[in-house]
């Protein structure tokens, strides 16, 4: 008979470990592969507690939880999880024997009944907070109980702590540990072992007073410059060495030195005699003590809510004048915020942390999703940064949670005592899983176009990112028009600030699929949803961003669109739309063949150029000064497009090229220079806000920058048929245009000899060229004059209008 296939093991993690009430409380989620948990019921978990040296086992039973976080994790459209989670009571006296502790590992197993089978599965950790490291507690004088993880599994470790340090204290030019050891004997040692080269320092324990239970104090004093000549390799300046304590007695017998730090009198940092080095008492997972020769750094010991988000205090290990910051860096690259790190008496320190981040145009928004690493290092110096510590008291405290305009914000820690934030999306999980977003798509979706269409407006730039663009204008002009409609919005994760009038949808919310059904109009500059389907009487306006220099969609030879599905999913989009527009006639055949659109194209010109068609002096010096550029200074512009090879993350990596501190030594005080790369680069500049290069990466309009700029550099970026409107220099810092042109995309007209104004290959040639821009500009002119009657001659400040007048004549 052929052996009956295998049943995989089920999915078994934690999410968090707490100790309650004296009990370890676990949550955590079991599930079938390939089985939904979608109802109260349909997972059941059993906990095991084994001691295999013991052959004891006991079960345990767990509480259903409802946890749609497991669904949002899984990212299966197919399976519904939200019932999955559970959470579970261990009590340690269920680890005693005969009513004694005694020193051992339990395994903590999951028994999950899948329909009439009882399916054994270790546990996996989370990757963050007390699910990645559990805390260990204290469960008898001298006992500890001590959850990890070890090889997939989670275990439960007895241990008596036979030797103690209960305080440490700087003694001299040494560090001094008062222990408790429950063996007592004289002629004991303290034995460092370094984990890197095996050298080994000993030093006397020196006898103390005897206990009342039985066993002494004894007092350990380790001189700084021990280490020094421990005759282990010397340690460069940013290296960190490991040093494991271990108390050896005179009979042979050896203990690890465990950190108690329940008597608040355990110091953890002493400066080295070496400048800028600390011997650190690091407090591990699994509370055994480490002693870790480091470059300094401070550590948080304490932590609180704020009005703003949290208020972090801590101190360093030695006092000097160095002034510090501490750097929020989001993991995907695309953005970074300085806060200043305030002193305080002594050695202390304080730093407020918002969950807010400033805008380039004076609002403030909450920081992006994702990840945000926390390090602090001495003011402006890149080179010496390094992670925010952790003390040992504060790592129960987590996670602390803040709000800001709806978004939920968690100071969290990695790596056991590594603190993070974790800016989480806008949607709840019950909303955002895979799942969820299959059955908005496929059934609320389908449902709502079966309702009425409602005098409403729902528009789009670039999937969410803020008012700007062509529909900015075309909302203007439906607002003026048209009164009695409603505009909606598209918003992803709380990164715009709209207008009065115009309400908020977050993008794959329910509220969004309901405006993308039952919206009379839909106006964006970018694609629209695979699944939307134009119903009759509702109007899908398409309005592109950008005439085409580079090769688009269908026209594209490199094949990387239709390896990505792009061209699939255009094919089915296309026809959804009613109405195309193009920039000028040079635009529309190709607009035409390259999205293969068979339907209306609406040659109007840019909705979004008529501001620089007809440019208001007021707007530009409320751009000017939400800002802040100081009146009389000129203003470059440098907006490069994005590369399709230099993926980062959800985005593209940005690529300057330019060197700001040579343009600042060219152009002098009375320049600024503005960073704004394309909406697909996430990144943010490393360095800006010096009162010469300001990055404006987030600021909302490209239109209104173009408005303010007295030159523009640029590269292949569709601006330069916008900006070609204001009659103002344009140069091109074309540093790959071979491989741009030859390998990337290609282009529709010959930019070499039709660009309004040079191409230059390096940022020594662009430098050069801003510094002499009004005689190169004046080299250009006919070139410039020929490039403004081929594409903007369709912008006289009415396009806007003209769209507006076709939307309501159909």
Same mark, same amino acid.
């Given at each position: ?39 109260? $019921? ?15 086992? /006991? ?61 054994? $599965? ?13 805390? =260990? ?16 599994? *989670? ?32 002629? =004991?040692? !303290?034995?460092?072992?370094?984990? #890197? @080269?095996?050298?080994?320092? =000993? ?109 972090? /205090? ?47 145009? $004076? ?26 510590? +952790? ?34 999306? !806008? ?67 709380? #990164? ?62 490199? $094949? ?19 109405? +195309? ?55 470059? *512009? ?23 501190? &040579? ?19 996430? #990144?943010?500049?490393?360095? @800006? ?22 030159? +523009? ?23 790959? *245009? ?22 230059? =290959? ?15 500009? &004046? ?32």
């Amino acid at each position: 008979m052929p052996a009956a296939p295998a049943v995989p093991a089920p999915r078994i993690g934690i999410r968090t470990a707490a100790w309650v009430d004296g009990l370890l409380e676990l949550v955590g989620h079991a599930h079938a592969p390939g089985r939904s948990a979608d109802r109260l $019921g349909t997972a059941r978990t059993l906990i095991t507690l084994h001691r295999p040296d013991q052959r004891r086992l /006991t079960v345990l039973r767990t509480t259903p939880r409802y946890l749609p976080e497991i669904t949002d994790d899984l990212a299966e459209p197919g399976l519904n999880l939200d019932w999955a989670g559970f959470t579970v009571r261990i009590d340690p006296a269920l680890l005693r024997r005969g009513g004694r502790w005694e020193d051992g590992v339990w395994r903590i197993g999951g028994l999950l009944l899948a329909g009439l089978r009882l399916q054994p $599965g270790g546990f996996a950790a989370h990757w963050c907070g007390s699910g990645e490291y559990p805390p =260990a507690a204290w469960v008898a004088e001298g006992v500890q109980a001590i959850p990890y993880f070890q090889d997939d599994q *989670l275990h439960l470790r007895v241990e008596t702590a036979r030797a103690r340090v209960s305080a440490t204290r700087a003694v001299g030019d040494g560090v001094e540990l008062a222990c408790l050891s429950s063996r007592g004997p004289e002629g =004991a040692t !303290v034995r460092l072992a370094h984990r #890197q @080269s095996g050298a080994v320092i =000993a030093l006397p324990a020196l006898p103390g007073p005897a206990l009342p239970g039985g066993g002494r104090t004894l007092t350990v004093r380790i001189p700084l410059g021990a280490f020094e000549q421990s005759g282990r390799p010397t340690p460069g300046q940013d290296d960190t060495t490991h040093w494991d304590p271990v108390l050896h007695y005179a009979d042979g017998r050896s203990e690890p030195l465990v950190l108690d730090h329940r008597s608040g009198d355990c110091a953890t940092q002493f400066a080295l005699p070496a400048e800028g080095r600390t011997l650190r008492l690091k407090h591990l997972a699994d509370s055994h003590l480490q002693l870790c020769e480091q470059p300094s750094v401070p550590v948080v010991d304490t932590l609180a809510p704020a009005a703003d988000g949290f208020l972090l /205090t801590g101190h360093f290990p030695q006092r000097d004048d160095t002034s510090y910051e501490l750097v929020l860096r989001h993991g995907g690259g695309c953005g970074e915020q300085l806060l200043p790190v305030e002193p305080l008496t002594g050695n202390r320190f304080r730093v407020r942390v918002p969950v807010t981040a400033p805008t380039s145009y $004076g609002t403030r928004l909450p920081l992006r999703k994702g990840v945000w690493d926390a390090l602090i290092r001495p003011s402006g110096d890149a080179a010496h940064e390094q992670r925010v510590v +952790l003390g040992p008291d504060v790592l129960r405290a987590l996670p602390l949670l803040a709000e800001a305009q709806g978004k939920r914000i968690l100071l969290q820690r990695r790596w056991h005592d590594t603190l993070i934030l974790d800016s989480t999306p !806008v949607l709840p999980a019950a909303e955002r899983s895979a799942h969820r977003q299959l059955h908005l798509r496929t059934r609320r979706y389908p449902a709502a176009r079966q309702r009425p269409l409602r005098d409403t407006v729902l528009y789009d730039v670039f999937g969410g990112r803020g008012y700007a663009d062509s529909p900015r204008a075309i909302h203007a002009e439906l607002a003026r028009r048209e009164p009695g409609l409603r505009h909606l919005w598209a918003v992803d994760d709380a #990164q715009a600030a709209l207008p009065d009038g115009v309400e908020a949808v977050t993008v794959w919310s329910p509220e969004w699929y309901e405006a993308l059904a039952t919206s009379r109009y839909l106006v964006g500059n970018t694609h629209f949803p695979e699944f939307v389907e134009r119903r009759d009487g509702q109007l899908v306006v398409q309005t592109w961003h950008g005439t085409p220099l580079k090769r688009i969609a269908h026209d594209v030879e490199t $094949g990387w669109l239709a390896d990505d599905g792009y061209l699939d999913r255009l094919a089915r989009e296309a026809p959804q739309w009613s109405l +195309l527009l193009s920039p000028n006639s040079f635009s529309t055949p190709i607009m035409r063949r390259a999205f293969r659109y068979t339907g209306e194209i609406l040659e109007s010109g840019y909705p979004r150029n008529d501001l620089l068609a007809r440019p208001d002096p007021r707007l530009a010096a409320t751009v000017r000064r939400r800002l802040g550029i100081p009146e009389g200074r000129r203003v470059v *512009l440098y907006a490069p497009t994005w590369r399709e090879d230099a993926r980062l993350g959800d985005g593209y990596r940005l690529d300057l090229r330019l060197d700001p501190g &040579a343009a600042r030594r060219a152009l002098g005080d009375d320049h600024v220079l503005l960073v704004r790369p394309h909406s697909h680069v996430l #990144q943010r500049l490393p360095v @800006s806000g010096d009162g010469f290069l300001y990055d404006v990466g987030d600021y909302p309009d490209t239109a209104e920058l173009l408005l303010i700029a007295d030159v +523009l550099v640029t590269d292949y970026s569709s601006v330069m048929f916008d900006f070609a409107n204001t009659g103002r220099p344009i140069l091109f810092f074309t540093h790959d *245009l071979t491989h741009y042109r030859d390998d990337l995309r290609g282009f529709y007209l010959d930019f070499e000899a039709e660009a309004p104004g040079p191409l230059l =290959a390096t940022s020594a040639e662009l430098v050069a060229a801003l510094g002499r821009v009004d005689a190169v500009a &004046a080299e250009h002119a006919d070139r410039y004059a020929a490039f403004r009657r081929r594409f903007c001659h369709l912008d006289d400040g009415s396009a806007a209008a003209r769209v507006v007048d076709r939307m309501l004549a159909l």
